[in-house]
Structure formats: C-alpha cells, structure tokens
T-cell receptor, first 111, second 112 residues
Framework: DQQVKQNSPSLSVQEGRISILNCDYTNSMFDYFLWYKKYPAEGPTFLIS?????DKNEDGRFTVFLNKSAKHLSLHIVPSQPGDSAVYFC??????????FGTGTSLTVIP | KAGVTQTPRYLIKTRGQQVTLSCSPISGHRSVSWYQQTPGQGLQFLFEYFSETQRNKGNFPGRFSGRQFSNSRSEMNVSTLELGDSALYLCASSPRGGYGYTFGSGTRLTVV
C-alpha cells in the first residue's frame, strides 16, 4: 500500500528551465513533508521540507508547494542545473518518527 | 562532524544465510532508522530505535530485526535470507526523531 506516490519515474529538462517534480499522498493525517535528493552510490540528502500549516516553502532555487485539499505536493527547481541531475524522493509523516517515501523521480538536466 | 557510517558497503550472501549490518549515527543523535530501497518500491521503512528501544516498526517479516546499543550505534539483522532481500539498506540518524534525518551511504546487499 503505497501511501506516497511519485507517478513520473523520470523527467528530462533543459539547463536553465524549470523542473517540476510531483508527489501525491493518500493519508490525510500526514502533516510534514520532505524532499530528498539521491546520487548513485550515496545516501539521500535532505533538500527541503514543508509542514501542513504552510502551502509554500522556498530555499534558493528550490520551492516546495503543498496542496492539502488535493493531497499533492510539488518541488520546483529554477533554474535547473546539470548538477541537479539525481533521483528525487518525496516523503511524508504524521509522527515525525516514521516517514513514507515515494518511489522516486530521476531528473536529468540536459546542458 | 562525521556523518552516518554504514558498514559494510557491499555484501554478497547466499540464500538461507543471515546477515548483520551496522550503522554508526552522527555523534549526539539518539534516533536511528533503517530503510530498505529496492527498484520500483522506493524507500520502505523497517524500524526506528531511540535510546536502545524500538519505537516504530514497518511491515516487514520477523526475519528482519535490529537493536541499538548504549552509544546509539545500531545493527540490523536479516535471517534466512531470500533473493528478494537484495536491496540497498539505508540507515538514517536524527537527534530525536525523523525531522532532520541524515542518511548514510547504505549497504548494498546481494543475495544469490
């Protein structure tokens, strides 16, 4: 039972353009969401988070949007850079002690 | 400061064997969580330990177990290995819980 879904396994974007990665969840009790980035042979690294009391959080080139009514969050990367090429995971939690991860979206930024 | 250290990085085992993976968290972090990553399944939560006590457990069979020592280091054990246990096992630590996870590089387990 996948409570967090990333329906796009892969995404290709030209350098300088916007990358939009999407994530849907089913559990309305989730109140904290994170995005992680993962390079091959490395563990995931924390990118950005958002709590359910907000609908947007911005950190440099990265912005996460949360639509609670649609149970949907998205990660925007502007402008996209080749170094952003990685697998991106979204994760959600209602307790802070157990996170449910999506299956990941592999982003390729084309120079 | 040193990050989360997982050993070994790679492991090959035969079906039916057992395996123990180790995780040393960031100094001062008392919560250690374990995840299994397989293609198409993302990261699946195994369990979380806090101050030597298992605080949360995911939906994995009893063959998967873990423990945490007084220095917060954690081990994960898988008994009677199956081919489907082949995966990347990731350990994450945080000061108190999931907010602010730092992941290790993982242990790649291959069961043949």
């Amino acid at each position: 039972d996948q409570q967090v879904k990333q329906n796009s396994p892969s995404l290709s974007v030209q350098e300088g353009r916007i990358s939009i990665l999407n994530c849907d969840y089913t559990n309305s009790m989730f109140d904290y969401f994170l995005w992680y980035k993962k390079y091959p042979a490395e563990g995931p690294t924390f990118l950005i988070s958002i709590s359910s009391i907000k609908d947007k959080n911005e950190d440099g080139r990265f912005t996460v949007f949360l639509n609670k009514s649609a149970k949907h969050l998205s990660l925007h990367i502007v402008p996209s850079q080749p170094g952003d090429s990685a697998v991106y995971f979204c994760a959600a939690s209602s307790t802070g002690n157990q996170f449910y991860f999506g299956t990941g979206t592999s982003l390729t930024v084309i120079p | 400061k040193a990050g989360v250290t997982q050993t070994p990085r790679y492991l090959i085992k035969t079906r039916g064997q057992q395996v123990t993976l180790s995780c040393s968290p960031i100094s001062g972090h008392r919560s250690v969580s374990w995840y299994q990553q397989t293609p198409g399944q993302g990261l699946q939560f195994l369990f979380e330990y806090f101050s030597e006590t298992q605080r949360n457990k995911g939906n994995f069979p009893g063959r998967f177990s873990g423990r945490q020592f007084s220095n917060s280091r954690s081990e994960m054990n898988v008994s009677t290995l199956e081919l489907g246990d082949s995966a990347l096992y990731l350990c994450a630590s945080s000061p108190r819980g999931g907010y602010g996870y730092t992941f290790g590089s993982g242990t790649r387990l291959t069961v043949v």
